[in-house]
């Protein structure tokens, strides 16, 4: 395989993972730029969404990039892996999340109920 198309099958993933994985925890710092608590709340809400959103928009500007490319199949499967993979870090995350107070649930109480609205929808659109 020639240098481009093993830079074209790996690129892409590497990069949306790194860039997914590199920027979690910004909630906090983004937060702090509220100035009332419903701007802290709408920032941190951002700020949970913002690394799968980065993801996202890494993908899509490397598919943009290789369009002219003869080999953007490679290209176009690096994004579906990176974007699999992506998913499966969101999901991992808040099944953690959810599983840390599963015990505490009132009775007959849905843990599904406590999905967090900001990371369900993000991985329903991928």
């Known amino acids: 395989m020639k ?4 830079a074209l099958a790996i690129a892409p993933a590497v990069l949306m ?3 997914c994985l590199a920027v979690t925890g910004i909630e906090a710092w983004l937060s ?3 100035t009332t608590p419903n701007a802290r709340l709408l920032l941190g809400r ?6 799968y959103l980065i993801a996202a928009a890494i993908g899509v500007v490397f598919l943009f990039a290789a369009a002219g490319a003869t080999t953007v199949r490679f290209a176009g499967w690096s994004v579906v ?3 699999l993979v992506v998913v499966a870090i969101a999901v991992s995350r808040e099944i953690t999340r959810l599983h840390s ?8 109480g849905r843990l599904v109920a406590y999905a967090d609205s900001a990371t369900v929808p993000e991985a329903l659109c991928r």
Do not use: M, Q, R, T
Not at 46 to 51: A, M, R, S, Y
């Open 81 to 83: 892996l990176g974007g």
């Open 101 to 108: 107070f599963a015990d505490a649930l009132p009775a007959g």
């Open 3 to 6: 240098g481009s198309k093993v």
């Open 32 to 34: 702090e730029f509220g």
């Open 46 to 51: 951002i700020g949970i969404v913002l690394p």
């Open 17 to 19: 993972v790194g860039l």
